[in-house]
């Protein structure tokens, strides 16, 4: 006798087939897509095919977490940042031939427009802008820090420019000298995660450029509000302004890089930048600084680094730039000192700053010259095992100290240094304290 298998039964295995195999396609379909590699070059074969900001930005518009932005050798010539939108990326040149260079400057007076919220603004010559280019916005009074705005020109109507971020101040476009200006980050990224940059040469073409950037609103490369992210194996060079800046940034590497010939700080962890690692780099003939701590600068690492001929400083800490350790550095040859406290309250000093096994020599210049400067009321520094000299003979040395503590309660812990060849002295405290 045959089995019989009801129709109802087989209706009903029917229709579960086709669920499963729905449910199957759909997971296909909305799963984590594979990395994949978008390439731009200037010729042959790739994703994109361009030499400017606009093809760099295309490439990088159509990243998704997970892939990487391979960009070919060649000149880059930017109008424009490119900004990184997708976290979880990587953005990797060849070295030293994959060159971000930044277009001439232009700029013009404001004569109406920047009040706080005010998007757009009326400009004396317009025609030196187009859209799409990278503008600031500022005047005279609020040209540094956060006070300068970073934005895109979206829309220009007759002498009229719509940017795509709103003054953050009542500009004075009266007597303040309000103006726009050209300057932007040449990479950037914001509010991204798991970033990395590597391979990249970026050029801020100073020569071209005479309106400085400040590093709290752009450097060379540049990231803000980002977390686990790393610079490798880049150059930054001619930038008027910082070559390497992060802000309100949470563990941020910067390795195996070199910084140089620019006009602000050679690396500027910034305000609020917690467990920055910063290794192996090179940091030289910068304008001012050539490490510069900014505003709440915390429990990095900061190792075998060189630190040299930089205008002012080698290395320079201030305000609440705390529990920081220094391992196996070597700052040399900077124009005012090898290591600077800057002036500080107490409340707001940077305390618990640890330098170990690193090299302080022949800082200074021909009028003075230290090896550590404190000119801030600091608690708990410690120096362990460093060599902090003067190693040059004749007219050609200029570290006349070792320390030099200024008028004021710091405390500077000292254990096991070599220091010798001073001009003045090894340690002076203006307090009449001895070395602890």
């Known amino acids: ?41 200037q010729q042959g074969q790739a994703d994109v095919i361009g030499n400017d900001n606009k093809a760099l930005q295309k490439a990088a518009d159509m990243l998704n977490p997970g892939d ?22 990587l953005v ?28 757009e603004v009326v400009v004396a010559e317009p025609g030196k802008f187009r859209p799409g280019m990278g503008v600031a916005l500022l005047d005279d009074r609020n040209r540094g820090g956060y006070n300068v705005v970073v934005a895109t020109i979206e829309i220009i109507r007759a002498d009229t420019l719509r940017l795509s971020n709103w ?23 914001y509010g991204m995660r798991e970033i990395t940059f590597e391979g990249i040469t970026a050029d801020g073409n100073k020569g071209q450029n005479p309106n400085l950037l400040d590093g709290c609103r752009g450097g060379a490369i540049y990231l803000f509000n980002c977390r686990n992210c790393t610079v490798k194996n880049c150059v930054v060079r001619n930038y008027n302004g910082d070559g390497i800046s992060f802000q309100i940034t949470d563990s941020v590497s910067v390795l195996d890089c070199e ?8 690396v500027h962890p910034g305000t609020g930048s917690s467990r920055s690692v910063i290794r192996n780099s090179h940091f030289h003939h910068n304008g001012r600084v050539g490490f510069f701590l900014c505003y709440r600068v915390r429990y990095g690492t900061f190792s075998d680094n060189l630190i040299e001929h930089n205008g002012s400083y080698g290395i320079s800490i201030g305000h609440k730039d705390s529990d920081n350790l220094f391992v196996n550095n070597t700052v040399r040859n900077n124009g005012f000192c090898g290591v600077y406290f800057r002036k500080n309250h107490v409340h707001v000093g940077g305390h618990r700053n640890v330098f170990r096994n690193n090299k302080i020599l022949d800082n200074g210049n021909a009028e003075r010259g230290y090896g550590v400067f404190v000119e801030a009321v600091n608690q708990d520094e410690v120096f362990e095992n460093n060599l902090i000299s003067e190693t040059r003979s004749g007219d050609e040395r200029t570290q006349q100290y070792g320390f030099y503590i200024t008028r004021g309660p710091s405390s500077v812990k000292e254990a096991e240094n070599s220091m010798q060849g001073h001009l003045k002295s090894d340690y002076h405290d203006e307090n009449g304290v001895a070395m602890k």
């Open 1 to 41: 006798m045959k089995a019989r298998f009801p129709v109802a039964g087989m209706l009903f295995l029917f229709i579960s087939l086709l669920l499963v195999t729905s449910a199957c396609e759909s997971l296909k379909q909305d799963g984590p897509a594979l990395p994949r590699r978008i390439t731009v070059a």
């Open 167 to 189: 003054s953050v101040n009542d500009l004075d476009y009266i007597d303040g000298n309000t103006r726009v200006e050209s300057k932007f980050p040449l990479l950037s990224a």
């Open 68 to 89: 990487t932005l391979d960009i070919g050798p060649g000149v880059y010539r930017l109008e424009n940042s490119v900004v990184i939108p997708v976290s979880k990326v």
């Open 92 to 119: 990797r040149g060849v070295p030293g031939k994959t060159i971000l260079l930044k277009e001439q400057e232009v700029a013009s007076k404001v004569v109406d427009g920047g009040d706080w919220g005010e998007s």
């Open 259 to 266: 910084s140089y010939d620019n006009t602000g700080y050679g």
